[in-house]
């Protein structure tokens, strides 16, 4: 068995085509054991399909991702900029694919000239997250029992790994800035956990 984290993107791809862009995080997948040129069955629930599998390489990105057609993704039902795990079994050579709503991960929140109604987050901790690039968007930001909406805002450098937000929210939900926080990301709901320094590793 092997398994892995991956977000949909929708390509033009032949109709029963899956690729693959794997190892963007430090970590190498475990979906690399796959054997190449291998015909595989996707599954979701009752629905299968025979695949054609695909890896690519020396991509830059910050999470692993995966590619189809949007044919192939609609009989699945499955929606693009989206994370799902997959699941092999070399049993049977199936591949298992279901939704992973929920990342977390620790970042560094930084106070920024940033207007009240915006957050900032840097590219590379989007793509930890799973937060979909759509500049604008309204994220849901809840710290302890407070909960506000934010227009999204990810500055030009790809790099960027941090999270910004006014000295109004820092200070109004204690938040010590330049340091580590603990934040989960929920695709459901596009709501944004911070949970303070002082309860990581609880």
């Known amino acids: 068995m092997a398994s892995g984290r ?7 791809l032949p109709l029963h085509t899956v690729v693959l ?3 963007c995080s430090e970590k190498a997948s475990d979906l690399l054991s796959i054997p190449r040129n291998t015909k595989l069955t996707l599954k979701r629930g009752g629905i299968k399909q025979q695949i054609q599998l695909q890896f690519l390489e020396g991509r830059e990105c910050f999470a692993d991702f995966m590619e189809m057609n949007y044919a192939l993704a609609r009989r699945f039902r499955l929606t693009a900029l989206r994370r799902y795990t997959l699941d092999y079994n070399p049993n049977d050579q199936s591949l298992t694919i279901n939704p992973a709503p929920l990342s977390e991960t620790v970042a560094l929140i930084a106070s920024g000239s940033i207007a009240a109604g915006s957050l900032s987050v840097g590219y590379e901790l989007l793509s930890r997250l799973g937060i979909p690039e759509r500049q604008g968007s309204i994220i849901k930001v809840r710290s302890g029992k407070h909960l506000v909406k934010l227009h999204l805002h990810v500055p030009a450098n790809l790099s960027d790994d941090r999270l910004r937000l006014s000295s109004q929210w ?3 939900w204690k938040l010590a800035p330049s340091q580590n926080h603990m934040l989960q990301f929920d695709q459901r709901t596009f709501t944004l956990s911070i949970a303070s320094a ?5």
């Open 170 to 172: 820092l200070q109004r």
């Open 6 to 12: 991956l977000d949909l993107f929708i390509a033009k």
């Open 21 to 23: 862009t794997l190892n």
């Open 198 to 202: 002082s309860s990581i590793g609880r």
